[in-house]
């Protein structure tokens, strides 16, 4: 059983930070990738980024320049640095494993940016 814990969400103001942490645990094979989507009330998931067990990564063109994804594999644990916020980051934000032809998600942590 793969189950995915996330932390660190929460209220912040235009142009602050947050650090999102989501750690893996369970029977997982060490070629996967894990990332992050985000869904705004009224829209869809998106993707915000992913980075590969070999540390190749993907970033929306929304937070490229803002946001920073990396990994310790190790502890198969995944961070998503979140700089210079903005009110369209507000959303509930999802942590995901890709392994084989599986998707694991998270719980789901909120980021509300707001003064």
């Known amino acids: 059983q793969v189950q995915l814990v996330e932390s660190g969400g929460g209220l912040v103001q235009p142009g602050g930070s947050l650090r999102l942490s989501c750690a893996a645990s369970?029977?997982?094979?060490?070629?996967?990738?894990m990332g992050w989507y985000r869904q705004a009330p009224g829209k869809q998931r998106e993707l915000v980024a992913r980075i590969t067990s070999s540390g190749s990564t993907n970033l929306a063109d929304s937070v490229k320049g803002r946001f920073t994804i990396s990994r310790d594999n190790a502890k198969n644990t995944v961070f998503l640095q979140m700089n210079s916020l903005k009110a369209e980051d507000t959303a509930v934000y999802y942590c995901?494993?890709?392994?084989?032809?599986?998707?694991?998600w998270g719980q789901g942590t909120q980021v509300t940016v707001s003064s």
């Open positions: 995901n494993l890709a392994v084989l032809t599986r998707d694991y």
């Open positions: 369970g029977s997982i094979f060490r070629i996967n990738t």
